[in-house]
């Protein structure tokens, strides 16, 4: 029974011929784009900014609207400021996403630097596996290349694409490139179970700031706001009492970015499990803070009222 509504949940696409071969047309555009060279590329992404920006306007009003409320001490200047900072980066990551399809191992070096990348790779020699908690920050595509660094097998949940089977296979095959594997949301419960197995130091990585259901039993403020939280990383930590670790990709300038890794928690029983996303939370918002314009403001992340018989963390 399991095995068959799992299989129903992999039925994501429903097009028709029409749309299927447009599809594939598209994908086959962005896979020669890939091949060309950053200069160009960069380019492409200045023409872009125009046109989603001034042109479509693209989710303009979910921009400001969540910018102003998670920064209401910024003025209206400082907020338009921010907003085309975000559409300038929101379409470099389009573009830069698009080259990981072709991208070589060298050029990701130049490119990519994981500062502290031992850290974790101390914790495969202990036969630790570790909970790497990421967030929709600067080019959190780019971070499947930490597989050419590290020790641990990586496991990266991820929420299916409906409707595109071209453009899912696209993005699969960009993201599993490194070496990372995929696994869709709703069969997560299959590495959490390979993890309280042991066999194999495995890095589970979640980024754990998706929109959550209404009825998510974790509310807490984020950005100034309400939102809901998934539960399943503090509930995979504390089962085998892994380390957290967060992830924070910075951006040095156009095209370079550099990865650290900060421990979170090393014993995830000792502390409350709420603790564990409260802290996950308000490491975010510190991050974000910094430099608000490299953060996804055009999801919408505060969508969801809070039901009445639940709390706020």
């Known amino acids: 029974m399991a095995n068959t509504k799992s299989k129903q949940k992999d039925k994501l696409y ?5 749309k299927k071969t447009g599809n594939s047309i598209l994908v086959g555009i962005l896979i ?65 996403t698009i080259k990981w399809h072709s991208i070589s191992p060298k050029e990701i070096n130049k490119r990519l630097v994981f500062n502290n990348m031992n850290i974790l790779n101390d914790y495969f020699e202990k036969g630790k596996s570790i909970v790497l908690l990421a967030m929709h920050y600067n080019n959190w595509e780019w971070n499947t290349a930490m597989s050419l660094h590290c020790k641990h097998r990586v496991k ?43 066999e194999t130091p495995i890095i589970l990585a979640l980024g754990a700031d998706q929109t959550a259901p209404a009825n998510s039993k974790f509310w807490s403020t984020f950005l100034n706001r309400e939102a809901p939280f998934f539960s399943g990383p503090e509930k995979v930590a504390t089962h085998s009492n892994l380390p957290v670790f967060f992830t924070y990709t910075r951006k040095i300038k156009r095209g370079r970015y550099e990865v650290d890794y900060i421990l979170l928690f090393e014993n995830p029983k000792e502390v409350d499990p709420n603790e564990i996303l409260l802290t996950y939370i308000r490491k975010m918002e510190e991050l974000i803070s910094r430099e608000p314009a490299y953060y996804l403001w055009s999801h919408r992340r505060w969508k969801h009222k809070r039901p009445n018989d639940i709390n706020l963390q």
């Open 14 to 18: 429903s097009e028709n011929i029409f």
């Open 156 to 198: 990266v949940i991820y929420n299916t694409m409906r409707g595109n089977e071209a453009f899912e296979k696209f993005m699969l095959a960009l993201r599993t490139r490194w070496g990372c594997e995929l696994i869709p949301k709703h069969q997560a419960r299959r590495a959490v179970i390979e993890i309280a197995k042991g």
């Open 32 to 96: 020669g784009i890939s091949h060309l060279p950053f200069w160009i590329l960069y380019g492409i992404s200045d023409l872009i900014y125009i046109l989603v920006r001034y042109v479509v306007k693209y989710r303009y009003n979910v921009i400001t609207e969540n910018l102003t409320k998670a920064f209401p001490e910024k003025s209206r200047s400082e907020i338009d400021k921010i907003t085309n900072k975000f559409y300038h980066h929101f379409c470099d990551i389009f573009i830069e």
